[in-house]
């Protein structure tokens, strides 16, 4: 059974710092393109960004130069670093499969940047 469980979010001042950690269990994990995605209020789901098995990694515009993505292959781990945090970060932060698999869409982990 594929699960993923995403972690790390709260509340955290404009400029301020977060690390979100997604732990996946099962076969979605190896070998596969791994992705961060939110959902504002509102608004759709988006991509954030993903990094392949090999490490090669790919941004959103409205993140890039402020959040960084990781894998731990070995822990079967996915990190977003998320620095310089502005209020339209504001969302429901999302792991899964790039592209998505829409049966592997776990809870979430809230984000919520004030100004």
């Known amino acids: 059974q594929v699960q993923l469980v995403e972690s790390g979010g709260g509340l955290v001042q404009a400029g301020g710092s977060l690390r979100l950690s997604c732990a996946a269990s099962?076969?979605?994990?190896?070998?596969?393109?791994m992705a961060w995605y939110r959902q504002a209020p509102g608004n759709g789901r988006e991509l954030v960004a993903y990094?392949?098995?090999?490490?090669?990694?790919n941004y959103g515009d409205s993140v890039k130069g402020r959040f960084t993505i990781s894998r731990d292959n070995a822990e079967n781990t996915v990190h977003l670093q998320m620095t310089s945090l502005k209020p339209e970060d504001t969302a429901v932060y999302y792991c899964n499969k790039y592209p998505p698999i829409d049966k592997y869409w776990g809870k979430g982990t809230l984000v919520t940047v004030s100004s």
């Open positions: 099962g076969t979605i994990f190896r070998l596969n393109t």
């Open positions: 990094i392949t098995s090999g490490g090669r990694t």
